[in-house]
């Protein structure tokens, strides 16, 4: 029997709210001693013994029963073997999808990750420029969260942004592959792949291994050990955020089918307990009927048990003064997505500061945007929007500021640098300055 | 007397250059327990506590003697008159470094900081909105390290990216004001400022106070307590890299005059006994000048004790074989300031992929960019430079992706994103899509 999901239902008029509210919302990353301490571990022994450390926790944690760390490496034939035996369906939507991602990073690179400089009357250039990184790890889960999707997401931006090598891992239980990992590897550029995984795999990707060669950058999400570990290895490599539970928050004007909008709560609440939908409406009969279609729709949903957990659990639907008091309210959630169920989206999005992305009207449904839109999936989770970006090409990508000052140059900004050298208490910066133009 | 400066001397042509170099260049950050158990006690008494822990962390470790928390910020006029206070020479360098700084970043931000979208042909539009934070905290050192241009670093890009509140915290021991410091603090527009320090400040920052607001971002240097806190509410707020000691590596073709050579040198040696400089050049007789030219110019230098023992025990001159592979070292040190000293800084500028900031030709020394030429002078140290960047307006914005998918793009997208969902076992995300086109 499907149990039911009945998320939280809230009103902003009520006295009560603000902590009903807050306690909903609340979610903080527990940090496990057990599991802190495994992984220190774990890193120090990859550290020291490289190949042969990453072959053993493999083996143990993996039972992949292997004798060499270089027979965890998939050949690229395998990988296009896999993309080949895919049915023709899911190999023409994995490309459409592809083609879609590369197409919108290819703009993003052009809109925002060209180099540039300008160069001021005197002749002195000043200006940035934006190389990709070198080489780049991309950490794909394995088991049931292993997404095809991700490694798209991941490894395109790398791709478009110039990285010459990108490094997969992907822990293989058992020696279980899921092929269409592999076709999606195949199909985004990635260099080489390695079936390891867990605090392992990011300590070979982070400080190299006689088999596995050392990165710049480790993408990717994983479970408590691999996040740890990113933690630990930051610094050393570059990494992205660490993803907490995902969520999506809808804001609706009742204008949208409701089991659209009840559709699209369980596409979050599907991916897990924890996951969070939160629905917020100035109309309290659109409220009712929203969970009036969740009530009709659950039953025939695979996942129901698991989104049930996570509506009851953490979904809220919440009745507002307004749509602009929903639109403050969802500026405080800074959600990883933000649905605008409206029929006029663009009236309600200027009022948006925080989200990781945008989903604007009726037809947009969070779901296109995670397989084939053409923006990324990797979106900052728990309030992160306040500060952070989806994954983009400029995670691949660094810049370098240029400076070239004329002999004019050196004579105007030598004074000014010499001065405030001085007012430091750093001779040897003003004295620096001062032989350009005084000798 | 002055004790010498000696950098080591290594050739690529030597047999044991490679153990040698890997041995000079090394260095770790080390992790201090005590400092960790410290600052993870500060940080949760500041969460659990507030403005009364931060008040009494403040006068027993600053001995600030003040009764209330709200004592310790300054009011804007107190900035105000610290700047109409400074001599004018001062306050004139102070002011134009401002204006370039501003100029700089206001290209940045047009350069890659714009929001963009696209709009495809059935409709669907596809974008990035780019929105500055709301609200960021600058961490500015007190005492020896307390540098008034890096106050202009760090809060002229926040406010050129837009961000609406720039809060400044900046420890008094004992009461004492940097005068320069608030002056720059009152030029670069700084919001509010409190006379707090170490893990506490970070702390109220980080999850704000009765007095002082919670921020989103915290940018800026500190000693490793600062460091520890800000690794640890690292999620809670976004912060910018923590840096290691400071370094510069000199390119030199033997066309810059030796002397204006071993001052740039002295300019990186002069910041702590740590900091790096390194000198890479083809021509061995160039070499043997420049290190007469550190014996002739030290003894003059105030800060001759730090800067010799800097250069000789973390300084090199290295002799390579061309200055081809005199590029390849560089990349492989991807260097916090890298100095093309050469006539023809062109030629090899294209040929360093890893750097914080490029200074091209002989009129271009560090020290200019350090304060005045107008790109940042925060940035990435410790070979991070390998996969980050200097601090910009971008550290001060975040993106959000825009979609917008019309109904016929919904039906050409939804079958995509369908099969690709069924693929991952995810039923609600299909049937999400499916029912914007099958109803």
């Known amino acids: 029997m499907t149990p039911a999901a009945r998320p939280l239902r809230l009103s902003t008029a009520d006295a009560g709210f603000e902590a009903a509210f807050q306690a909903r919302l609340h979610w903080s990353e527990e940090t496990d001693a057990g599991v802190e301490q495994t992984v220190a571990g774990i890193l120090a022994d990859v550290k020291r013994r490289g190949d042969d450390a990453v072959l053993e926790y493999s083996n143990r944690f993996d039972a992949v029963g292997a004798a060499s760390l270089g027979e965890l490496e998939l050949p690229a034939s395998e990988l296009q073997a896999a993309f080949a035996a895919l049915p023709a369906p899911q190999r023409s939507a994995l490309e459409q999808a592809a083609a879609r991602v590369r197409r919108y990073h290819e703009a993003q690179k052009k809109a925002s990750g060209e180099s540039w400089s300008y160069r001021e009357a005197d002749g002195t250039l000043l200006g940035q420029k934006v190389t990709p990184l070198d080489r780049v790890g991309i950490y794909v889960p394995g088991g049931k969260a292993a997404y095809p999707s991700s490694v798209l997401m991941n490894a395109i931006p790398a791709q478009v942004a110039g990285v010459p090598e990108i490094i997969m891992v992907v822990p293989t239980p058992r020696g279980e592959k899921n092929l269409l990992v592999l076709a999606a590897a195949h199909l985004a550029g990635v260099t080489r792949v390695f079936r390891i995984g867990g605090a392992q795999a990011v300590g070979a990707l982070a400080y190299g291994t006689a088999t596995v060669p050392r990165v710049d950058k480790i993408t990717g999400p994983g479970n408590a050990y691999v996040a740890s570990a990113k933690r630990r290895v930051f610094g050393q490599v570059g990494i992205d955020m660490i993803a907490g539970p995902s969520e999506i928050l809808v804001l609706a004007d009742g204008s949208t089918p409701p089991d659209w909008v009840a559709m699209d709560l369980f596409s979050q609440a599907e991916h897990d307990e924890l996951a969070q939908s939160i ?161």
């Open 279 to 439: 629905l917020l409406c100035p109309d309290v009969g659109y409220i009712g009927r929203v969970q009036a279609e969740i009530d009709r729709l659950l039953p025939a949903m695979p996942r129901a048990q698991i989104i049930a957990k996570s509506l009851s659990g953490r979904g809220a639907l919440i009745h507002t003064r307004s749509m602009e008091e929903a639109c403050e309210i969802s500026n405080r959630i800074a959600p990883e997505h933000l649905e605008i169920a409206s029929s006029e989206p663009s009236r309600w999005e200027p009022l948006l500061r925080h989200a990781g992305a945008i989903f604007l009207g009726s037809f947009t449904s969070e779901s296109l945007g995670d397989y084939c839109a053409g923006p990324n999936h990797v979106l900052p989770t728990s309030g992160t929007a306040r500060f952070s970006s989806p994954l983009g090409v400029y995670d691949f990508q660094k810049r370098s500021s240029l400076i070239e000052v004329s002999e004019a140059g050196a004579r105007s900004l030598g004074p000014i640098a010499a001065e405030l050298a001085y007012g430091e208490g750093l001779q040897a910066h003003a004295r620096a300055a001062e032989m350009r133009y005084k000798g």
